[in-house]
């Protein structure tokens, strides 16, 4: 049976949204169990196979919206023509029954809607899209004040273990000050980076302030969550939103 985690947001009922965490498919070794990405070395019928899995556990209305990712900010319209693959990093659709999807393990899993469900996005944010200003320019696309949007930070590595180089302190603070308050000095230029606090900021910038989530660690917890940066190959798990 598939271990999938819920958002906590006080959201419509036909808003649909999951993170899948790394149990309840049929993956092995470095990939187990359930391993929903094709480009990380796992064996192509284990991934269809735990596809389906995820489809028919989640009653999904269709296939979702896959993305070639690339820590980019390309964002686009999530599509039901699943014969193409689309390159981005946020998808977002006004359409019932379209799944926005990301995939992670380790970056930010960021899935947002409005109050009253007419509008849904799925954003990949980890730290060169954040930098980048991914959030802040699905936010624009999706043309909602901030004040009608809410947003869930699914799994992602916490602020213990997220430790970077002086040089993405500097990318974070050269657009936002203010960013050094989600950075803890650990030996000489290297930092403890709060990925959370990192995207709220962002998010709170652009007015939104209904946001939940935000309280996992992929990286200490491996019996729940795959990580890159604890494990290198790894599976990577999906977090998806639709309206129902």
Request: charged fraction near 20%; proline fraction near 4%.
């Amino acid at each position: 049976m598939l271990d999938v985690i819920t958002p906590d947001w006080p959201v419509a009922a036909t808003i649909k949204a999951f993170s899948t965490t790394r149990n309840g498919g049929c993956s092995q070794r470095s990939f187990t169990s359930l391993n929903l990405a094709h480009h990380v070395g796992d064996d192509f019928d284990h991934v269809q196979k735990n596809r389906m899995l995820l489809h028919q556990s989640l009653e999904l209305p269709q296939e979702p919206c896959w993305l070639n990712q690339t820590h980019g900010v390309n964002i686009v319209t999530a599509t039901t023509d699943h014969t193409s693959f689309l390159t981005a990093d946020a998808s977002y659709t006004h359409q019932p029954k379209t799944i926005c999807a990301v995939l992670t393990a380790d970056c930010l899993p960021v899935l947002l809607c409005d109050r009253k469900a007419t509008t849904v996005a799925a954003i990949h944010a980890g730290w060169r899209g954040l930098t980048a200003g991914i959030i802040e320019k699905t936010i624009h696309l999706l043309n909602i004040p901030g004040d009608n949007l809410l947003a869930w930070l699914g799994p992602a590595i916490g602020p213990e273990k997220f430790e970077v180089g002086g040089d993405v302190l500097e990318k974070f603070i050269t657009s936002d000050p203010h960013a050094k308050t989600a950075f803890k000095s650990t030996t000489d230029n290297h930092w403890l980076a709060d990925i959370y606090l990192l995207a709220k900021q962002r998010l709170i910038k652009s007015g939104v302030t209904a946001i939940y989530g935000g309280d996992y660690c992929t990286y200490s917890d491996d019996q729940r969550f795959f990580s890159y940066r604890r494990d290198r190959q790894t599976g990577r798990m999906a977090s998806l939103i639709w309206i129902n």
